[in-house]
T-cell receptor, first 115, second 113 residues
Framework: DGGITQSPKYLFRKEGQNVTLSCEQN?????MYWYRQDPGQGLRLIYY???????QKGDIAEGYSVSREKKESFPLTVTSAQKNPTAFYLC??????????????FGDGTRLSIL | QKEVEQNSGPLSVPEGAIASLNCTYS??????FFWYRQYSGKSPELIMS????GDKEDGRFTAQLNKASQYVSLLIRDSQPSDSATYLC?????????????FGTGTRLTIIP
């Protein structure tokens, strides 16, 4: 079955530690996205990538980093510079039509908490 | 003005009634709109896409788009307790020149048995 796989489902970060969230898709989608969702809040875009080896900052990129070395994979690193990392992290992907008419499909998310 | 705006709710609707969820957007050039349902603790799932003015029906769901008024709505007929969730409206805003979607903050819907 095609889909988006995020791992781990739950993650705990110690003070000063970098942690990496995995996102893999087998939908053959060109575009991938990372969002952060805080309790009772909407989705805030962290980073997005429309093509391999290229990515752009979203609205809240500070304290995060990404790479896009393969079409299927878009890992997100939450660095120690992100002082308030506790949130629900969602990865999404979409086809790249050039007209913005493609919906995004989401993985099941990773919950990150501070120890 | 927020780029995509929704009433946060909560919106309470009796079981069997019609639930009406509303969304406005700021970019007059936007062409693509999406409704997502998000159950508590879960990720959003796509339920409707709409691109043209008018109504689009899919089972108990009807999406309505009025580009002149910059307004999108989602109607849920014969509401069921399983429809209780947060509904997110998303739009492709043309001023970004890419595939990004802009999401509203969501409306929390509760269906009362």
């Amino acid at each position: 079955d095609g889909g988006i796989t995020q791992s781990p489902k739950y993650l705990f970060r110690k003070e000063g530690q970098n942690v990496t969230l995995s996102c893999e898709q087998n939908l053959n989608h060109d575009a991938m996205y990372w969002y952060r969702q805080d309790p009772g809040q909407g989705l805030r875009l962290i980073y997005y990538s429309q093509i391999v080896n290229d990515f752009q900052k979203g609205d809240i990129a500070e304290g995060y980093s990404v790479s896009r070395e393969k079409k299927e994979s878009f890992p997100l690193t939450v660095t120690s510079a992100q002082k308030n990392p506790t949130a629900f992290y969602l990865c999404a992907s979409s086809r790249n039509s050039g007209t913005g008419d493609q919906p995004q499909h989401f993985g099941d998310g990773t919950r990150l908490s501070i120890l | 003005q927020k780029e995509v705006e929704q009433n946060s709710g909560p919106l309470s609707v009796p079981e069997g009634a019609i639930a009406s969820l509303n969304c406005t957007y700021s970019d007059r050039g936007s062409q693509s709109f999406f409704w997502y349902r998000q159950y508590s603790g879960k990720s959003p799932e796509l339920i409707m896409s709409i691109y043209s003015n008018g109504d689009k029906e899919d089972g108990r769901f009807t999406a309505q788009l009025n580009k002149a008024s910059q307004y999108v709505s989602l109607l849920i007929r014969d509401s069921q307790p399983s429809d209780s969730a947060t509904y997110l409206c998303a739009a492709h805003l043309t001023n970004f020149g890419n595939e990004k979607l802009t999401f509203g903050t969501g409306t929390r819907l509760t269906i009362i048995p």
